[in-house]
């Protein structure tokens, strides 16, 4: 089992910026793939970026440029820098860990961009 517990979301005016973490708990050396994605009202949830165990990145089409994925594995956590934010980036931001063939999910953090 593992949990994951994020932070780091609020209220921000468009251009602004934010940073969110997510710390991992429990099997953690078990966990392959890490991610963040976000779901916004009415929509699915979808994969912002992701980061691999060793480093390698994924993100987005709409946020590359803006978005950094970040992991140290030493305190069992990834960030997402988020910068020149935009109203289309409101919404829940979910951490995903991978696990095999199973995935581990946080409860979300709201971020909600003013425009």
């Known amino acids: 089992q593992v949990q994951l517990v994020e932070s780091g979301g609020g209220l921000v005016q468009a251009g602004g910026s934010l940073r969110l973490s997510c710390a991992a708990s429990g099997n953690v050396f078990s966990i392959n793939n890490m991610g963040w994605y976000r779901q916004a009202p009415g929509k699915e949830r979808d994969l912002v970026a992701a980061?691999?165990?060793?480093?390698?990145?994924y993100y987005t089409d709409a946020v590359k440029g803006r978005f950094t994925i970040s992991r140290d594995n030493a305190k069992n956590t990834i960030y997402l820098q988020m910068s020149n934010l935009k109203a289309d980036d409101t919404a829940v931001y979910y951490c995903n860990a991978q696990v095999s063939f199973s995935d581990y999910w946080g409860h979300g953090t709201q971020v909600t961009v003013s425009s």
């Open positions: 980061i691999s165990r060793g480093g390698n990145t």
